[in-house]
């Protein structure tokens, strides 16, 4: 039984949670919050009995193997590596930090405590990536990759009235590249490895966040095209495309449905059951790591996360979007 400790009361640990409860193996034991009310009141609600409003105390603490962190991205490498030097593993929310400087600084930790250390990218532990994976050989060599996730924030009419939410502030390492542009770009890089060339355009906001962009990005035999957005909508599936057909994904950020369309008209259905919330499957890969004696994932690896953030650095630098954490 791995006991694990969350920080963050918000509706993605809820999720979070909910999905967990369907992994063996999974305890909640141990919750975080700023405010001992807040804390009382998420814990109560999963009869967890053991709160804290001091994250020392929580990463000393011998309640908890382990901990997910669903902070602000602003957070989670400082959070992430207290937690590292106190012997607890750590399933990170995405993007796992600000900037790749502290990606270095998260993975040295978890070497340095032999600690498991993994990016909560639920993308590409998913069945219907898998799939993906497995059967791009089919479509011959792949020359290009578009995947597009634009959705527009509820946040986004608050922000229009002046309201500056947390969604659309820096100070906490927001935005849609951040929040959005990182489902389109980790599974690029879980796929097809770092890019040779990244050209970034976007949409800056007058708080200083991007509301939306545009990632070209090429390697010597292909190209990708990445758009993401918080203030339009798209309807648009996700597509790789081969010299012998296109693979279609419908959701890039949450694959449930795939296909390939052959060149000589022809369609091959390849979507998989997915049985459980897609939560489940970061969690179990998780613990299923932990109880295997693995530090690290053969999927949301460490070259991975780090890739995919040293890949949003550039993107960051070309739009002139800066967090706090880049000083």
């Avoid at 059967?135 to 011959?140: E, M, P, Q």
């Avoid at 597509?239 to 959701?251: A, F, P, T, W, Y």
């Amino acid at each position: 039984m791995i006991r694990f400790g969350v920080i963050g009361t918000n509706w993605i640990t809820e999720s979070l949670l909910e999905a967990a409860s369907h992994v063996e193996d999974f305890k909640l034991t141990a919750v975080y919050s700023r405010t001992e009310e807040r804390a009382q009141e998420f814990a109560s609600k999963y009869n967890v009995t053991t709160t804290f409003t001091n994250l020392e105390e929580m990463a000393t603490s011998d309640q908890l193997d382990a901990v997910y962190i669903a902070s602000p991205n602003t957070y989670h490498a400082e959070q992430a590596i207290l937690f590292m030097k106190n012997g607890k593993h750590v399933l990170c929310e995405k993007p796992l930090a600000a900037n790749s400087t502290e990606v270095t600084q998260m993975i040295q930790a978890a070497k340095n405590n032999n600690v498991l250390l993994m990016e909560a990218m639920k993308s590409t532990l998913l069945p219907n990536f898998k799939v993906i994976a497995e059967n791009l050989h089919k479509i011959g060599p792949v020359r290009r990759y578009f995947a597009s996730y634009c959705q527009y924030s509820s946040r986004y009419d608050k922000y229009k009235e002046g309201i500056v939410l947390n969604a659309f502030n820096p100070k906490f390492a927001n935005g849609s590249l951040m929040d959005l542009g990182v489902y389109c770009l980790y599974p690029l890089i879980a796929l097809f490895g770092a890019p040779k060339e990244v050209k970034a355009t976007g949409v800056m906001l007058e708080s200083g966040v991007d509301g939306e962009g545009t990632v070209a990005l090429s390697y010597d035999d292909k190209d990708a095209v990445v758009m993401y957005s918080k203030i339009t909508n798209s309807h648009l599936p996700s597509e790789i495309q081969g010299e012998k057909g296109s693979m279609i994904i419908d959701k890039i950020h949450t694959a449930e449905k795939v296909e390939i369309r052959y060149n000589d008209g022809s369609v091959e259905e390849l979507t998989v059951e997915q049985s459980h919330p897609p939560m489940y499957y970061e969690v179990k890969e998780f613990i299923d790591l932990l109880n295997s004696g693995e530090t690290e994932s053969a999927v949301n690896s460490f070259e991975n996360s780090y890739t995919t953030m040293r890949v949003m650095d550039k993107v960051r630098s070309q739009l002139g979007l800066v967090f706090p954490n880049d000083n």
